[in-house]
């Protein structure tokens, strides 16, 4: 990741997409970038409403949670954030939306099956749905962090989506493709019958789903 004022300017620009996309409402949900040579997260902050931020309000803290950098409080979920940082090297941003279609199947406890081949790249697979949490704690990552060893984003039951990449715009796009597929398989389930991508085609595309991302 770059520097500490260029990570500021990617997550500002895309909360506010996000949130004009409706991945965030009023002030739910978060994202965060971590420099690792550093050990600095950028983060958004607690109860400051997506439209009206600006680059001052991000906050900087160490994986701790100390606060360098900033006049508010980081997202009360900033423990969830620097768990995934600790115990997944490949990840340098979390995202945590309460996208409405993908937010609904989590409220279900159902997962988003394996439906649309970009899911494959994109997500590593199906999405999966990690159990009821205390939001705020350090505990929420828990799950969530077995099942990023073979996928990049899962449901958060009764509480939204959680996606992670490699860099801020990475994460980005894979919770927008987290509320396509669930917004695909809303429709595709009242249409009828939902047809999964079968295990021939996703052999052939190289994936073990078992295994790993592919």
Partial sequence: ?????????????????????KLFAGTSGNLSGYIREKGRVVITPSSIRYETMTIEDLVVIDLEGNILEGKHQPSSEWKMHCMVYRECEEVSSVFHTHS???????????PIPLILIEM???????????????????????????????????????????????????????????ED?????????????????PDKIIKTMGYDLKGGKG
């Avoid at 409405?100 to 159902?110: D, H, I, K, Q």
């Avoid at 159990?131 to 958060?156: D, H, S, W, Y």
């Avoid at 597929?181 to 991508?197: D, M, P, S």
């Fill in 181 to 197: 597929a669930a917004k695909i398989y809303h429709y595709a389930k009242l249409n009828g019958q939902v047809n999964l991508i």
């Fill in 100 to 110: 409405p279609y993908a937010t609904s199947f989590a409220v279900n406890g159902m």
């Fill in 120 to 178: 494959l790249p994109f997500l590593g697979g199906d999405v999966p749905v990690a159990k009821l949490v205390i939001p705020g704690t350090g505990g929420m990552a828990a799950e969530p962090i077995q099942l990023f060893k073979n996928r990049n984003a899962c449901l958060l039951a009764n509480h939204g989506v959680l996606a992670v990449g490699s860099t801020v715009d990475q994460a980005y796009i894979r919770a927008e493709y987290v």
């Fill in 1 to 21: 990741m770059g520097d500490i004022m260029d990570i500021k300017k990617n997550i500002l620009e895309v909360a506010k997409n996000a949130y004009d996309q």
